[in-house]
Structure formats: C-alpha cells, structure tokens
C-alpha cells in the first residue's frame, strides 16, 4: 500500500527532518504514528499525501508516486489534518461538491455515520463547534471509501463520550483493502484501536512492531521496588511502587501500556528493540 524508500526531507536547506526514511505499510492495518513534538509525524503524513515533496528518495501508494498527485491515486487517499478550514456551506452541499472525486463513496455510511455523530446535513459548517467539525471531517472521511486514510490528531477536540464512539465507527466500518495511519500524541485514546505502533524520532523510524510482537517480547508490570538482579528495560515511578518494561523471557500474558512503551522506546531505543532479538 505504502512504501517509502531512501527518504529524505527538510523544510530549508539547512534543516534535515529525514535522511533515507524507509518505510512499508500493508493493507488492514490501523497503523499508530507516535512520536515526540516536532519529530516530523504531521510532515510524513503530508509527504504520503503528496503535499509537500521530499529532495531525494520516494513515496509510492499503491505504486503511484505521492507527488505526481494523479486523479487514480487522490480518489483512493483521505487526509484528515489536525488544522483545517471549511467553507461556509451546508453539510449537504460540501457533501454534493466532493464526494464525486472518490468513485466508492458510501453514501449510506455517510447517513449512518452523520446519526451516529448527531449531525444535521442541513447545518452549516462555519457555525458547527470545534468538535463537531471534527465529527463531520471524519464521517466524510471514513464513506470516501479510500483505501488509505491519513488522520493527524483526529480525536482532538472531542469529549470523552465522543472518542468511545470515535474508536467505535473506526473498527465497524474499515475493510481489509483498507489502510489507516493515525498521528495521535493522545495515545490512552486510541490504544485499543491502533496496531501495529510505530515510533519516529529524529527524523528516523525507531520502533515498529505489532501487539502481538509487543505482548510476546515485553512485559508490563508494577512492582513494589526495583530489585538490583532484576533490572527492567525502563520503568517510571508510580502510585506505591514503578511500572515497568521487563523483557518476557517466561511468556506472561500482560496488559500493554502504550504511553509507558512509548517512553521506554525514547528513552531506551536499544534496550526495547533488543529485546525483540532474544
């Protein structure tokens, strides 16, 4: 579906954000993009949508090259930024104006996900409140039917009630021809949804693995003190004890904590990925 080779990119000439980038993403994945502020998550995304173009090396999806931006490869591509205007218009005519530029859309998604997100067609969207922008972006997203979908930060600005019912749309109503790349800094929102992780820092991919791989070579457990012969990969203080990274050398079966993986691999890259190798 996606595949980036030898990438590299800078928003100046001085700058370097990626130096040969490699990447590959495969259909029927909910791929999580995690990574510190700055460490080029939005960017790549924009690279993959062909918005902003990389100096040397390439992004292909589905064997069409990003930047050329063909009519066969943006009806079969949806962005959703973080940041975005929409025109002062009813729902039903943004809707009317660009659902014809992707050959599979649903509109009958369209209507059950609109109910679902307790949207009015007839509402205008200037006048919609933050989150409820939010709510439209993604319904319109989701019935394009696009084989990939690129959302960055999609459940900002929306309450508690509403990312339930955002994980909720998101595994009803994607296929297996479908790919979907979320950049998210909320990772407790989204940590039953994503897989596999994917961890960029410094302009380099430094962790990507899938749950199973995750839940299989690392172990996620509070412990009460940190024993000299029982060293963990990282661990954090917490609430009567630490919680640690362990390698799972005795195959326990443990609840993966996303946010505590994802400092691990910032703080201890080599550590995490060597345990993967034992």
């Not at 962005?79 to 009317?96: C, D, G, N, T, W």
Request: aromatic residues 10%; proline residues 4%; contains cysteine.
């Amino acid at each position: 579906m996606v595949n980036i080779e030898n990438l590299s990119f800078g928003y100046t000439r001085k700058q370097s954000l990626f130096n040969q980038l490699m990447l590959a993403l495969e259909p029927g994945h909910i791929y999580g993009l995690l990574g510190r502020n700055g460490a080029g998550k939005t960017t790549l995304l924009k690279v993959i949508a062909g918005l902003v173009f990389p100096r040397e090396g390439v992004s292909k999806v589905a064997g069409f090259e990003s930047r050329n931006r063909v009519p066969e490869y943006l009806e079969d591509i949806c962005f959703i930024p973080e940041e975005y205007h929409l025109p002062s218009i009813r729902i039903s005519r943004y809707v009317s104006l660009n659902a014809p530029f992707y050959k599979r859309f649903d509109h009958e998604k369209l209507s059950w996900l609109m109910k679902e997100f307790q949207l009015n067609p007839e509402h205008k969207l200037h006048q919609l409140s933050f989150g409820q922008k939010k709510k439209f972006l993604l319904a319109f997203g989701l019935s394009t039917s696009a084989r990939l979908m690129l959302m960055d930060e999609p459940t900002n600005g929306l309450d508690i009630p509403s990312k339930s019912q955002f994980r909720r749309v998101i595994a009803a109503s994607l296929t297996e021809e479908q790919s979907v790349v979320i950049s998210t800094h909320q990772v407790r929102d989204l940590e039953t949804l994503i897989d596999p992780i994917i961890i960029i820092d410094e302009g380099k991919i430094i962790f990507q693995k899938s749950l199973a791989e995750i839940s299989n070579s690392l172990a996620f457990e509070t412990v009460e003190e940190i024993k000299e012969n029982v060293q963990p990969i990282y661990f954090e203080e917490a609430l009567g004890g630490y919680t640690t990274i362990m390698p799972n050398t005795k195959g326990k079966d443990t609840k993966m904590d996303l946010e505590l993986l994802f400092n691990g691999v910032i703080a201890n890259t080599k550590g995490i990925n060597q345990a993967f190798k034992s």
